[in-house]
């Protein structure tokens, strides 16, 4: 059986393509014993969308996650569900803490924040399943927003290869000083292309980013 043209995920988690239903709907059409290949190339996005997408990959079970460029925050998440998880020799992985930007009352913050909690536990567990790594050390990472390099994320398990081609990747378009501790070749890249914006790490009120 012939394998369909992959599926990409560029840009934010969340939006246009890169939502669980038209991942879903790739999948489901391309099901076992075909090995459809998944792009990612994404800074991340909604966490709740990022958790329904790696529940379709695991779903299907055969899928191959691709990264070309980045799998940050949700997008992080996600391409763990792969059967083989393979990163381009210039691409990087970024775990960190749920975030989100709340306006409200004294127990709109405290609601915000046991959410968050929530989440930040939801997405440390999936991660120490998926990689093997205890949890302690994944919410340590998570906690001080961690960048790994391809070859760091193969000694981590967070991938299972390393392939290189003689050009280097194109990163996903966004504002990577969004994040507390983006690589300062990425923050050049940012001001370069006029990505970057100055805006905060979250941009819609409620709703929780990773």
């Not at 190339?41 to 779903?59: C, F, K, Q, Y």
């Not at 609601?111 to 790594?133: Q, V």
């Not at 923050?187 to 009120?205: C, D, H, L, P, Y």
Request: net charge negative; charged share 20%.
């Amino acid at each position: 059986m012939s394998n369909p043209a992959p599926f990409m995920v560029f840009g934010e988690i969340g939006f246009e393509n890169c939502r669980p239903e038209p991942l879903g709907n790739f999948l489901r059409a391309n099901p076992a014993p075909a090995a459809p290949e998944i792009i990612i190339n994404s800074p991340g996005g909604g966490a709740v969308d990022g958790a329904a997408m790696l529940a379709e990959i695991e779903r299907h079970g055969n899928a191959v996650c691709r990264v070309i460029g980045m799998a940050a925050s949700a997008a992080s998440l996600l391409m763990l569900g792969g059967r083989e998880v393979v990163m381009h020799r210039d691409a990087m992985v970024m775990i960190h803490e749920p975030a989100s930007m709340v306006f409200g009352t004294s127990k709109d913050f405290r609601t915000a924040a046991d959410n968050l909690d929530k989440f930040t536990a939801i997405y440390a567990a999936a991660y120490a399943r998926l990689s093997g790594n205890s949890e302690q050390s994944i919410r340590r990472w998570m906690k001080d927003e961690t960048w790994l390099s391809s070859e760091e994320a193969l000694a981590l398990n967070f991938c299972d290869r390393v392939e290189g081609g003689q050009d280097p990747v194109a990163y996903a378009q966004f504002d990577y000083g969004r994040f507390r501790h983006a690589p300062a070749h990425l923050m050049r890249i940012a001001q370069q292309n006029g990505w970057a914006t100055g805006s905060s790490n979250v941009s819609e009120k409620g709703k929780i980013h990773a």
